[in-house]
């Protein structure tokens, strides 16, 4: 059973690209969250998605950034126009039912890090 | 709001050491709390949980106990090994969230 695929593991962006980070959650898995970690800080939490609905986005920066999780196919957070700040490590974990940590235990993938230039 | 704070690596052990990684946390409400651990190239893997006061969870021979009173959960073992050499995350959850707020991690480096 492959664990959460996260690709690409490092992705390289000027100022004003777009940038798609991209998660595979486990087999069976149909609940997918994304965090993030700046340098120097901790994982932060940005949003929780099950297929096709966002559940929460409490996380997630207001503009320029978006999440989805289609019926069919990966998870995928977007970054629009991008500024060096959103360099960061990008990490996706899924589980197989929502609700708390303790009993739906989050599988985390390796991590896509973006550097912008 | 919550959060977690974690002694700053890196942390330095000769094998077989002991190993003590400090964790605090300020949380809403009860919480639960976690450990995660990162070995390099791989995903964050959970390592060990405690969900009450006083519960000391435990998994390869890395033990924590939630201690209330000093609201910290700090990370042990008794004889490190070269192989437990990885970053490591404190973590908490608290009421009906399924988000967790993660501490910034601790990289340990064990040698010969």
């Known amino acids: 059973n492959a664990g959460v695929m996260q690709n690409p593991r490092h992705l390289v962006r000027r100022r004003g690209q777009e940038a798609r980070l991209r998660c595979s959650p486990m087999?069976?898995?149909?609940?997918v969250y994304w965090y993030r970690q700046l340098p120097e800080e901790g994982l932060k939490f940005m949003v929780y998605?099950?297929?096709?609905?966002?559940?929460?986005e409490s996380g997630m920066p207001k503009e320029r950034f978006s999440a989805e999780f289609p019926k069919e196919g990966p998870s995928i957070l977007r970054i629009q126009q991008v500024v060096r700040g959103d360099s960061a490590a990008y990490f996706c974990?899924?589980?197989?039912?929502?609700?708390?940590?303790?009993?739906?235990?989050?599988?985390f993938g390796a991590g896509t890090r973006l550097s912008v230039l | 709001g919550d959060s977690v704070t974690q002694m700053e690596g890196p942390v330095t052990l000769s094998e077989e050491a002991f190993l003590t990684i400090n964790c605090t946390y300020t949380?809403?409400?009860?919480?639960?709390l976690f450990w995660y651990v990162q070995y390099p190239g791989e995903g964050l893997q959970l390592l060990l949980k405690?969900?009450?006061?006083?519960d000391k969870g435990s998994n390869k021979g890395f033990e924590a106990t939630y201690r209330k009173e000093t609201t910290s959960f700090h990370l042990e073992k008794g004889s490190v090994q070269v192989s437990d050499s990885a970053v490591y995350f404190c973590?908490?959850?608290?009421?009906?969230?399924?988000?967790?707020?993660f501490g910034t991690g601790t990289r340990l480096q064990v040698t010969l």
């Open positions: 974990a899924s589980s197989p039912r929502g609700g708390n940590p303790l009993k739906n235990i989050q599988y």
């Open positions: 087999k069976g898995h149909s609940h």
């Open positions: 998605l099950q297929k096709e609905n966002i559940i929460d």
């Open positions: 949380a809403t409400g009860y919480p639960s």
């Open positions: 405690a969900t009450k006061a006083d």
């Open positions: 973590a908490l959850q608290t009421g009906t969230a399924s988000k967790l707020t």
